[in-house]
């Protein structure tokens, strides 16, 4: 047999004994009855309350038929157990219960931080598509600059203002396809990771 796939049943019987001691109450009282081969199965317990010392209040639950009377008792603790979560508040540390509450939180926590990096990514995406679409124009406008003023520069002759700005266009418009060439080369990138 397998025990990672072994489930363990644990009897709310003596879970109830332990709510009544803590509470301060006497031990649950169950009374069980049968008929027809069914068992069905009541449980009492006096819980004290906190107005003065002798005042208490009995509560009492009935669980559903059984087969058995052990599980007509577990049936009437369960009632109980619930009973007191419900009507008298009382908070049960369950191990299972907080692990599981554990767990949600982080879930949840990740599912948000999930959403939240991807939305960043999304608005990055944009950006950097922006970004490449402004150095596209600005490359762009450069080389209509450079080719404008015709195919060569002279870099013999004395230099000019308008040169210098010819030559500055020039290199600004190569500076640009580097840049548009990174930032392609990155954005296919991010989009690769994303998607795998």
């Known amino acids: 047999m397998d025990p990672a796939a072994s489930v363990v049943l644990v009897s709310l019987r003596p879970v109830l004994t332990e709510a ?12 069980t009855d ?13 819980l004290p309350m ?7 209040q009995v509560a009492h639950a009935v669980g559903g038929v059984a087969t058995s009377v052990i ?9 109980m157990i619930n009973a007191l979560l419900r009507r008298f508040g009382v908070q049960f540390n369950d191990m299972n ?30 950006g950097w598509e922006q970004s490449l679409a402004d150095i596209k124009a600005a490359r ?7 080719s404008c003023s015709g195919d060569t520069l002279d870099v013999c002759e004395e230099p000019t203002p308008q040169g210098e700005t010819l030559f500055a266009v020039h290199s600004l418009g190569a500076w640009t396809q ?19």
């Open 50 to 56: 906190r107005c003065h010392p002798d005042c208490t």
């Open 140 to 146: 762009d406008i450069c080389t209509d600059i450079s």
């Open 71 to 79: 599980e007509a008792e577990e049936k009437a603790a369960e009632c």
């Open 20 to 31: 009544a001691r803590t509470l301060g109450a006497p031990a649950p009282m169950y009374l």
């Open 97 to 126: 219960w907080t692990r599981l509450n554990r767990s949600h939180r982080r879930f949840t926590m990740a599912r948000t931080s999930l959403s939240e990096l991807s939305e960043r990514a999304g608005l990055m995406e944009k």
């Open 178 to 196: 580097e840049r548009f060439d990174e930032g392609m080369i990155a954005l296919t990138a991010a989009r690769g990771s994303t998607s795998s």
């Open 34 to 46: 049968h008929a027809n081969g069914e068992y069905i199965c009541s449980v009492q317990l006096i």
